[in-house]
């Protein structure tokens, strides 16, 4: 086929489609001045909904469905984007977005820092730092976010009570989200918990731009029987809120990662915080009776 | 790792007397690194006892002797001790549970049915168990569909109506295949709301009359007919009201039947309807049977093959009955097993301010003092919307405030509560009572007023304790 062949094609389909030179022209330049001809931009009153207010377990999108009940039913039991539909081969609007914000929120649990006056003023919690002088280091060399700064051994040798049975303390670890989210209702139900097993525990703190490793430190440091931190999990699609507990007896630096116990999924979607606390205590519990932590401990 | 328990359901019935034995498999669904989700996964019958007349020592006791008899005999058959079982229900279903020895007849099983079995009635709980022995439910849930299972026994047809698993509705009607009863060719026996109902038809029966299988069998059309109007698959007329049991109620009328199970002694005559020696039983059963087979009302609708049928009820007590607690829960191991103990439950409606919780459970309290004497109750809430550690704190100060007179007596105090905050809960009062009161405080268990519960010892490592909710109010 000649380029001249093509050419009669194109024409042809275009005339079909009643598009020709001239009306083509008309409709660009009728859009060029409803663009420009309006004085002064109008504001409207009223909010664009949030696409991180819907319910994914209840959203669902697909048109003309043969078994649409059975579908939305099924996607009650978990919050996955299935059954959202598409507009051609592409996502539809409505879950482009959710998923956009999804990823927003885990970058910024991930980037932000915690804030200094929630976890010093509400929490009550005094705040040491690792050897990461900022989030990029933290994030660039996970060594280092395992070991406390000088300072930070300084203040926990002079602030925190020696060699108690258990210490528990808070770290921002991969989402600060996660912190604001749920220290609030978890640490006071771990310790009320702890309390109610009237078991002993130590001064508790927050450490910034720590990961799980650093607890073995501060095991030794301070000569705590049972370490326990709460810690930020790697935010996912779902929630940026998920918080850990990783517990160890006798934790001590380069003993294998088996002999911690943890706890996941901590957040107000998973398992709430304050119950969560509660059964926290009662790991901590079993772990001081059976002097071990891990795999070494059968729940 | 999973955990088997061993169960025992013991049914006497108006007509028959059965037990089965079943083990259900206890499993932790949750990975090592989670909270614990405890949950039963396998329910298994391994034993089915032979089905025995109920021994009757007159038209209104039950030979408590007879019955115990039996029940050992199908102990030593099975190889069974009452040591052996953690948890059960024994119930007396039916007119039975009208008998005036009914409670004697308990006590008097009550050692040999292990430490934790237990004595239950009632038509509401007994249509749920049929229809649950009955795979009414399963059906329902998996073909998602509303389907009512109707057992029909001896003396009553019990209905539980479930939509896509769910329950919505159970009823009970006096239709029953020994309503009528035949000896020697003749009618030896009429209970009155049927002879009533034949009346109302132009038919009069007498005891002492002929047997006449075309007669008894328009009547057994008219029995059928109550059944179809009972599962609104044609209106309910002028007679219909009166034959529900102790002046019941029907199930509600949406969402409309899609399918029905059939169990109780006559299902079988339903599925397998038989025209030869049909006074075998020396009732109606058999004719009631076919009756409702070739009633036009329920050709209109799926008839879906029950999975027990005469034994729906037994299972169901033996396998269903038992539900675990949530897996992050508070007690005192030492204190339990506890049996018997009655809910007091504090409504939504009150529990939504805490004042009014506090105010519910201290009204409620003198209904729990019969003799005077405070005794073991459990009081119970959903504890929905309430999840953060300072609304628990001010949740348990309000229940302690409320329960003042059941935490000053020597019982533990039992808190039954819906929401999984359990644990967390458990723990503020014990502390908030600076340790001096056994706390015995379990979530993921929906009660009602009137129920009461049984608690086990604790099953999984701990993590749950066996429940069994026993509704005892007729028609509630």
């Not at chain 1, 598009?19 to 663009?35: D, L, R």
Request: proline content about 4%; aromatic content about 6%.
């Amino acid at each position: 086929m000649d380029q001249k062949d093509l050419k009669a094609i194109i024409e042809q389909v275009l005339a079909e489609m009643n598009i020709s030179g001239a009306a083509a022209e008309t409709a660009a330049s009728a859009a060029q001045a409803a663009c420009c001809a309006g004085s002064a931009p109008v504001v409207e009153d009223g909010c664009i909904p949030d696409v991180t207010e819907v319910n994914i377990r209840t959203q669902y999108l697909v048109k003309n469905p043969e078994h649409g009940e059975e579908y939305a039913e099924l996607k009650a039991n978990a919050p996955c984007r299935l059954g959202i539909g598409k507009a051609g081969a592409r996502y539809k609007t409505d879950p482009m977005l959710q998923f956009r914000a999804a990823h927003s929120a885990a970058q910024d649990a991930v980037f932000n820092d915690v804030d200094h006056d929630f976890v010093e003023k509400q929490m009550g919690l005094f705040i040491v730092q690792t050897q990461c002088e900022n989030k990029d280091v933290y994030l660039t060399r996970p060594d280092l976010g395992r070991k406390l700064s000088p300072e930070a051994v300084a203040t926990l040798k002079e602030k925190c009570k020696k060699s108690p049975t258990v210490q528990i303390y808070v770290a921002d670890g991969l989402s600060s989200a996660a912190v604001a989210a749920n220290v609030a209702d978890l640490l006071p139900a771990i310790m009320q918990g702890l309390q109610s097993y009237r078991i002993d525990v130590g001064t508790p703190f927050f450490v910034k731009f720590g990961r799980v490793g650093v607890m073995d430190e501060i095991s030794e440091l301070l000569g705590a029987e049972v370490t326990c931190t709460l810690i930020g999990e790697r935010p996912g699609l779902i929630t940026a809120e998920s918080m850990s507990a990783y517990i160890a007896y006798k934790a001590t630096v380069g003993m294998p990662e088996a002999r911690r116990t943890v706890v996941s999924n901590i957040h107000k979607n998973g398992t709430i915080p304050a119950e969560a606390g509660a059964h926290i205590a009662e790991i901590i519990k079993i772990m001081l009776e059976k002097k071990a932590s891990g795999t070494d401990l059968k729940l | 790792m999973q955990e088997i328990v061993k169960s025992v359901g013991i049914d006497i019935g108006t007509s028959t007397t059965q037990l089965v034995f079943s083990r259900l498999v206890v499993e932790n669904l949750a990975g090592s690194y989670a909270v614990p989700r405890v949950s039963i996964v396998q329910k298994e019958v391994v034993y089915r006892s032979n089905i025995y007349f109920t021994p009757l020592l007159s038209a209104t006791e039950i030979d408590a002797e007879a019955v115990k008899k039996i029940v050992w005999e199908e102990y030593k058959a099975a190889g069974m001790t009452p040591h052996d079982l953690k948890t059960g229900a024994v119930i007396i279903t039916g007119e039975t549970a009208r008998k005036q020895n009914a409670n004697q007849v308990l006590e008097a099983l009550s050692d040999l049915a292990g430490d934790f079995v237990v004595a239950t009635a009632g038509p509401d709980l007994e249509s749920v168990l049929s229809a649950r022995g009955a795979g009414a439910d399963r059906i329902s849930e998996e073909e998602r569909k509303t389907v009512a299972n109707i057992d029909v026994g001896g003396g009553t047809s019990n209905i539980a109506l479930y939509q896509k698993g769910i329950l919505k509705g159970v009823s009970c009607l006096d239709i029953g295949g020994r309503l009528i009863q035949v000896k020697n060719g003749k009618i030896s026996y009429i209970f009155s709301k049927i002879q009533a109902l034949a009346k109302k038809h132009g038919i009069d029966i007498q005891v002492g009359q002929q047997a006449d299988i075309p007669t008894l069998t328009r009547v057994c059309e008219f029995m059928a007919d109550q059944l179809a109007q009972a599962l609104f698959l044609k209106p309910q007329d002028a007679e219909h009201r009166g034959l529900y049991t102790n002046d019941g109620t029907s199930i509600p009328s949406e969402p409309p039947v899609q399918g029905v199970t059939f169990s109780g002694g006559v299902a079988d005559y339903i599925y397998n309807p038989t025209t030869e020696d049909v006074f075998r039983y020396g009732d109606i059963g058999v004719l009631l049977g076919r009756a409702i087979r070739s009633h036009p009302a329920f050709g209109q609708i799926e008839l879906y093959q029950a999975a027990e049928t005469i034994r729906a009820t037994v299972v169901g007590a033996g396998t269903h009955t038992t539900e675990v607690s949530g897996s992050t829960i508070t007690y005192a191991a030492d204190r339990l097993p506890i049996k018997n103990v009655p809910i007091l439950k504090v409504s939504e409606e009150d529990e939504a301010v805490l004042e009014t919780l506090s105010a519910s459970i201290i009204n409620q309290m003198p209904l729990y003092r019969p003799e005077g004497r405070t005794e073991q109750i459990a009081i119970a809430f959903t504890g929905r919307g309430r999840t953060s550690f300072a609304d628990i704190q001010m949740l348990a100060e309000a229940v302690i405030k409320g329960a003042k007179e059941a935490i000053e007596s020597p019982f533990p105090l039992v808190l039954v509560i819906e929401n999984d905050i359990g644990k967390v809960l458990g723990n503020a009062i014990r502390v908030k009572l600076e340790h001096k009161k056994d706390v015995i405080c379990i979530d993921g268990i929906r009660t009602l007023s009137g129920d009461y519960i049984d608690i086990g010892e604790p099953l999984a490592n701990g993590h749950v304790v066996p429940v069994v909710i026993k509704t005892l109010i007729f028609n509630s």
